[in-house]
């Protein structure tokens, strides 16, 4: 990495979290909520970029293969800040979710196996429990979003909200998301996380010992030894669990892959350096009530390569059976210096 690139990619990621912290929402009108109730069409731009700059012709990035990155615009003031990423079990169909409290739902379409564009897109809101849509930055930051039954985008969901820390409950039909349902319980020792560093993913665990089971780690809420602190919600044996950290790298979502291992989405920012990702692969049967997960690396990558701000995952399994990553990035909607990038891998063995 050259010392300007770096640099730039340092600056670039320092200017958006600054302007993230100016986009605070005041609270919706009557009006507003009635106008946001249901969804609407969206228009989005979808450029295919390459991953890897200085290797145009490269595929291969440590276990996984890259299948191809698309630059997502959209002319809309509520497209952006997507931090939660669902597909379904085919993978031409999506919902992603904003921490301004937006859903975005699209059909991905594919050229010979890559990506190539978002069609049919359409954007709404996320509603409280009292069927009202989500106003201000404390109620609406929704990070994470996974359905109960896999490889489908209806019937019931769980997202995961910081700031005001939660889990709800949501029945996803084809219109879109309806009000909240219930919020989920969470253990004591959760209402003690960092404003801004709460529940950051959430995965429902398709196999192992804790098969059912709701796995939820926040961004930042390290233990004495330094670990992520997480929770087994639900399942067989419900309780505290803890991740590894690695580099001081932060959690910033979570999925469960056909087979029931945890692929983790990280993020790393320094000054020196920009922002880096990481995905890491936890073993479904290491997944239990006490255990300190530490996992394999499959790819870490910073600024030499075409990133962001990393922060939503979905996995689903191709017509060979591989596990498809799928990410999405925050823009922190600063569409002048940051980007909204959706990429997909394989994991490769």
Same mark, same amino acid.
């Given at each position: 990495?050259?010392?300007?690139?770096?640099?730039?990619?340092?600056?670039?990621?320092?200017?958006?979290?600054?302007?993230?912290?100016?986009?605070?929402?005041?609270?919706?009108?009557?009006?507003?909520?009635?106008?946001?109730?249901?969804?609407?069409?969206?228009?989005?731009?979808?450029?295919?970029?390459?991953?890897?700059?200085?290797?145009?012709?490269?595929?291969?990035?440590?276990?996984?293969?890259?299948?191809?990155?698309?630059?997502?615009?959209?002319?809309?003031?509520?497209?952006?800040?997507?931090?939660?990423?669902?597909?379904?079990?085919?993978?031409?169909?999506?919902?992603?979710?904003?921490? %301004? &409290?937006?859903?975005? !739902?699209?059909? #991905?379409?594919?050229?010979?196996?890559? @990506?190539? /564009? *978002?069609?049919?897109? =359409?954007?709404?809101?996320?509603?409280?429990?009292?069927?009202?849509?989500?106003?201000?930055?404390?109620?609406?930051?929704?990070?994470?979003?996974?359905?109960?039954?896999?490889?489908?985008?209806?019937?019931?969901?769980?997202?995961?909200?910081?700031?005001?820390?939660?889990?709800?409950?949501?029945?996803?039909?084809?219109?879109?998301?309806?009000?909240?349902?219930?919020?989920?319980?969470?253990?004591?020792?959760?209402?003690?996380?960092?404003?801004?560093?709460?529940?950051?993913?959430?995965?429902?665990?398709?196999?192992?010992?804790?098969?059912?089971?709701?796995?939820?780690?926040?961004?930042?809420?390290?233990?004495? %030894? &330094?670990?992520?602190? !997480?929770?087994? #919600?639900?399942?067989?044996?419900?309780? @505290?669990? /803890? *991740?590894?950290?690695? =580099?001081?790298?932060?959690?910033?979502?979570?999925?469960?892959?056909?087979?029931?291992?945890?692929?983790?989405?990280?993020?790393?920012?320094?000054?020196?350096?920009?922002?880096?990702?990481?995905?890491?692969?936890?073993?479904?049967?290491?997944?239990?009530?006490?255990?300190?997960?530490?996992?394999?690396?499959?790819?870490?990558?910073?600024?030499?390569?075409?990133?962001?701000?990393?922060?939503?995952?979905?996995?689903?399994?191709?017509?060979?059976?591989?596990?498809?990553?799928?990410?999405?990035?925050?823009?922190?909607?600063?569409?002048?210096?940051?980007?909204?990038?959706?990429?997909?891998?394989?994991?490769?063995?």
């Amino acid at each position: 990495m050259t010392r300007g690139r770096a640099n730039a990619g340092s600056w670039r990621v320092l200017a958006a979290l600054c302007a993230a912290l100016a986009l605070w929402p005041a609270a919706s009108t009557p009006s507003e909520a009635r106008a946001h109730a249901k969804s609407s069409a969206i228009k989005v731009g979808s450029e295919r970029i390459l991953f890897d700059r200085d290797k145009p012709g490269r595929r291969r990035y440590g276990k996984l293969e890259w299948l191809g990155t698309l630059r997502l615009t959209s002319p809309s003031p509520d497209f952006g800040g997507f931090s939660g990423l669902a597909l379904d079990r085919t993978g031409t169909q999506m919902l992603a979710i904003s921490d %301004q &409290g937006r859903w975005l !739902g699209a059909e #991905i379409v594919y050229r010979e196996g890559r @990506l190539e /564009k *978002l069609r049919n897109a =359409r954007i709404g809101r996320l509603r409280g429990l009292d069927g009202k849509p989500l106003g201000g930055k404390v109620l609406a930051d929704s990070e994470s979003v996974v359905f109960a039954s896999p490889g489908t985008l209806t019937g019931k969901a769980y997202v995961s909200f910081e700031r005001r820390h939660r889990i709800a409950e949501y029945k996803v039909t084809s219109a879109g998301f309806g009000a909240a349902i219930r919020n989920l319980k969470l253990p004591k020792r959760a209402r003690s996380m960092s404003r801004n560093k709460g529940l950051e993913g959430i995965a429902m665990l398709r196999a192992g010992r804790s098969k059912g089971a709701l796995l939820a780690f926040a961004e930042e809420y390290l233990d004495g %030894q &330094g670990d992520h602190t !997480g929770w087994l #919600i639900g399942g067989p044996a419900p309780g @505290l669990v /803890k *991740l590894k950290r690695l =580099r001081g790298f932060a959690v910033t979502d979570l999925a469960s892959a056909g087979n029931g291992d945890v692929i983790i989405l990280e993020r790393r920012f320094r000054f020196s350096e920009g922002v880096k990702m990481r995905l890491r692969r936890v073993k479904a049967a290491e997944v239990k009530r006490g255990a300190l997960l530490g996992g394999e690396i499959l790819f870490e990558t910073g600024d030499l390569r075409e990133i962001d701000n990393m922060e939503g995952l979905a996995v689903h399994q191709d017509a060979r059976g591989r596990d498809i990553l799928t990410l999405i990035s925050d823009n922190n909607f600063n569409t002048r210096l940051q980007r909204t990038l959706l990429m997909q891998f394989a994991i490769i063995e």
